[in-house]
Structure formats: C-alpha cells, structure tokens
T-cell receptor
C-alpha cells in the first residue's frame, strides 16, 4: 500500500515552454501533498504544500506564479512549471500524506526529471 | 545553524559490516523522526519512523533517538551491496519534513 505515482518520469523541453507534472496517490486519499525539488547530490527542498480544495502554500523564495500547483482531488496534485528556463532543470518529487494514517507519514513519488534546453 | 545536520559522506564499507548513520537537530520541539532511503534517480522510500527516545528495530535496521542530545541514528546490520544508496534523515517540524543533506553509502561486495 501507500503508493504514489508521478507522470512523466522524465521530460525534456525547450526554454519558454510550460511543463505539467502529475502526482497521484494510488491506494489512499491524500488531503495534503508536497512538492520538492532536488538538485544533484543535494537534499530535498520543499517548494510548496498543497491542500485539496485550497490554495497551495509556497516556501520562501519559490515563485508561485512560476510553479502553479493544483490539488483538485484527494488523489491528484499537479505542478506546472511555466515558461521554463534551463535553471529550472532539476528532479521534482512529490509526496502525499495518508489522511487515514499517522499525521506525519509522507510517501514519495518516484520523481520527475526535468531538463530545459 | 541548519535545523538538521547530516554528514554527506560518502561512506564505504565492506559487505557484512555494521553501518552507523547519524543526524543532529537543533529544535527540541521536534517530535517525529524518520529515515528514508533514496536510490539514484528515484524518490525517497520510508525506512523507519519513530517519535520517542529509544530504539526501534525492523529487520536489519535499527533507528535510535536521543532527544536529550538531539541526536538520531540509523544502524544497518549485515550490510548488503543492495543497501548502497543515499540515506536521508527527516524530522517533522510544524507540519513539514525537514531533511538532512543525506549520506551516500556504498557497500562493497
């Protein structure tokens, strides 16, 4: 149980285009999902907290107009990187908190590797 | 001072060795402690979760928390090459996970 999927697993795009990444909890409901970014050989950096049916809460320094987050259902959150630039190239990972489990247990997706040319 | 400190390594051990991974944290209000394993180019996988001082064992893995010293550890017994990965400690703080930098472990056959 507690499986989180992400799609796509890898995407390459041209500078200036927008990219949408989906995060799904497959076998549990998640009122809260989190989006992280990870640069090579570095730890995970929280970008935003996404609550179903409400606006996401962004961490300091993360541009909310650039990283659009939508959490329309209890099993799906999306991250759209708008007008992507090469410096946005990174590994994006989502996690979901199991609403029916311990309040602080997060399950992570497999990640999406974004390369902006 | 970072909220969670973790030596990035790398740490290289022979197969069968006991591995000790450690983190320190600064905020005594933190109550929940986790260890994640991350293979290259994959998402983190939850290994251990604990919320109290003391030891918690799961197979070859033992998580240890010392709240008085603000120190957490993960021990791996009889390490295997398949244990080669990056190990991240994580601490729950105000509804968010705060991660250590991660320690890269290599277990050589």
């Amino acid at each position: 149980g507690a499986v989180v999927s992400q799609h796509p697993s890898r995407v390459i795009c041209k500078s200036g285009t927008s990219v949408k990444i989906e995060c799904r909890s497959l076998d549990f409901q998640a009122t809260t999902m989190f989006w992280y970014r990870q640069f090579p050989k570095q730890s995970l950096m929280l970008m935003a907290t996404s609550n179903e049916g409400s606006k996401a809460t962004y961490e300091q320094g993360v541009e909310k107009d650039k990283f659009l987050i939508n959490h329309a259902s209890l099993t799906l959150s999306t991250l759209t990187v708008t007008s992507a630039h090469p410096e946005d190239s990174s590994f994006y990972i989502c996690s979901a908190r199991d609403s029916g489990g311990a309040a602080d247990t997060q399950y992570f997706g497999p990640g999406t590797r974004l390369t902006v040319l | 001072q970072k909220e969670v400190e973790q030596d990035p390594g790398p740490l290289s051990v022979p197969e069968g060795a006991i591995v000790s991974l450690n983190c320190t944290y600064s905020n005594s209000a933190f109550q929940y402690f986790m260890w994640y394993r991350q293979y290259s180019r994959k998402g983190p996988e939850l290994l251990m979760y604990t919320y109290s001082s003391g030891n918690k064992e799961d197979g070859r893995f033992t998580a240890q928390v010392d709240k008085s010293s603000k120190y957490i550890s993960l021990f791996i017994r009889d390490s295997q090459p398949s244990d080669s990965a990056t190990y991240l400690c994580a601490i729950e703080g105000t509804g968010k996970l705060i991660f250590g930098q991660g320690t890269t472990l290599q277990v050589k056959p």
